[in-house]
């Protein structure tokens, strides 16, 4: 492929590189020029243009990506079509991620213009999480290089999903006089939580006193149950004290009870005081104390395994030191907290920015915001069309006069938060939004500007159907003439993203850069109409106040 400029007169089957903007209408990235579109450029005399040409051999984007995704054994995957050069997957059912790293490395390393980009082995994912993409960086791509990537990936399995299978779990926790029942039935608790996602079910509890033989007995007592047909039988034994030693309780129990220790500690922080040993085929888990935590522990890898079918070996889970560290991470999720709640995974909050400083109004000038359209205050209005959507719950965040703009939402459902930062720039009230959000527990976010006076329910309500009939996986924008512009719904997979914002900028960068699919709802002008000075609320209607 040859890139660069070239005269627009012999641009004629050139693929344009960027965007060109001209009055007659946009010419889009990636578009073929014909002679109309040269003529059109002539006429607008624009004299050059940034192309790229193809040579024998070359594959356009997306035909480059979709053979390559297609040669990528689908376990427990879903793959999306190809767009601007990438193609997502996506789990198909809950599951444990596995990658084989050597294999990605040597595929990423054939050329720079052909990537895939994939979750770390070993995560625990939900039915409908992207986990890999495979993204062509240029226009097109030369035929013998995606050879070369496609041979290697029929060599072996790159990464796969291995679905859960639902076991028939059968808690042993022994007491001490120091150990509350509480805490005990908090243990079954958080254990029933971890479970869910894999359709298992805790079959027996038993509670013994803090001795091998006791704990042995009730070993063999679960054996008993390991011919029942609705899944394969899995024991965890949680102890009133952690180990601290191959010959503690919970070993000596496994052996007790003609059992097998595998291995006791592992490096993984929290989770290093964790047993795995096997009773005639069962595996038995003896649970480090971190395990009474729905927090991500050692715990959780050793346990995943296991429900996906592959328990793992002492030479695997030696190998987990590099990536162990788990613990004193704040941003870390509670993962197992979340997927046990009963939400919409196209749940929606609806975040209306109304901080800014309305600088444009002039010096000392009026608030935009508290201009009246057909006699309601901008803001008022922009936030009622959001509650009267139906489709969430609605925050607003302040900054700018803040008290007045409050005063202003009187009487409407909706939570309000001042952003004390808003100076700083539209990125602090993007993040302040967020918040709210996700102390709901909801996952998708719709941004709507509280300076659009023309957005109407109905159209926000036609953004929330694009948004759920992508099962919450997409970025959802309002358009214009298929001219970006506002509202955008952004799901949970954009949220770490958005944390890291800063300065006066919105949300467009991790729209960019997110590699989800974007669905673009055309609502007409409405989509680009923000009144951001005097001269712009007159013509859109409004009478100036405050």
Known sequence: MKFGPIPTSEARDAILAHSQPLASG??????????????????????????????PGDLMEDEAADRLSAAIDRRGLIRSPASTGRVNFYA?????????????DRFNAVDPAITLACLADRRDVRAGDL??????????????????????????????VTPYRPHRVHLVATELPSLKPSVLDKTARVLEARLSPSGSRLASEQRVPHRA???????????????????????IVFGASAV???????????????GVVDQVGLPVDPGNLLVLGHVEGVPVIGAPGCARSPKENGFDWVLNGILAGHTPDRVEMTGWGVGGLLMEIPSRPLPRQSATKD????????????????????????????????????VRRSVRQAIEAGVGPVTVITGHRSDEVTAALSGLAAEVTENTEFASGMA????????????????????????????????????????????????????????????????????????????????????????????????????????DTPEAILAAGGILKG
Do not use: W
């Not at 704990?215 to 047909?229: G, H, N, P, Q, Y």
């Not at 191959?246 to 000596?252: L, R, Y």
């Open 26 to 55: 946009k010419l889009s990235k990636g578009h073929r020029l014909q002679a109309d579109d040269l003529a059109r450029l002539q006429a607008e005399e624009v004299t050059t243009v940034i192309v790229c040409r193809l040579e």
């Open 92 to 104: 198909s059912a809950n599951g444990l991620f596995r990658a084989n790293k050597t294999l990605v």
């Open 131 to 160: 986990v890999a993409t495979v993204k062509i960086i240029p226009l097109a791509v030369a035929g013998a290089c995606v050879s070369e990537a496609l041979a290697i990936l029929q060599e072996g399995i790159a990464f796969e």
């Open 213 to 235: 033989d006791a704990v042995a007995d009730a070993i063999r007592a679960s054996l008993k149950d390991r011919a029942a047909e609705d899944g394969p039988p899995l024991i």
């Open 244 to 258: 601290a030693d191959a010959d503690d309780v919970i070993p000596s129990a496994i052996r007790l009870a003609g």
């Open 343 to 378: 939400v919409d995974p196209a749940a929606l909050g609806l975040v209306v920015l109304a901080a800014g400083r309305a600088s444009r109004m002039g010096e000392g000038g009026r608030h935009k915001l508290l201009a009246e359209f057909e006699g309601e205050p901008l």
């Open 428 to 531: 602090t009230s993007l993040k302040a939004g967020l918040a709210a959000v996700e102390a709901k527990g909801l996952p998708g976010m719709m941004v709507l500007l509280a300076d659009m006076p023309n957005v109407s329910s109905a159209d926000i309500a036609a953004l929330t159907r694009a948004y759920a009939k992508s099962g919450g996986k997409a970025i959802v924008r309002a358009v214009s003439d298929g001219q970006r512009g506002n509202p955008v719904i952004l799901p949970a997979a954009t949220f770490e993203a958005l944390k890291a914002l800063e300065g006066d900028i919105g949300a467009r960068p991790v729209i960019e850069s997110a590699g989800l699919a974007v669905i673009d709802v055309e609502i007409g002008p409405a989509a680009r109409l923000d009144v």
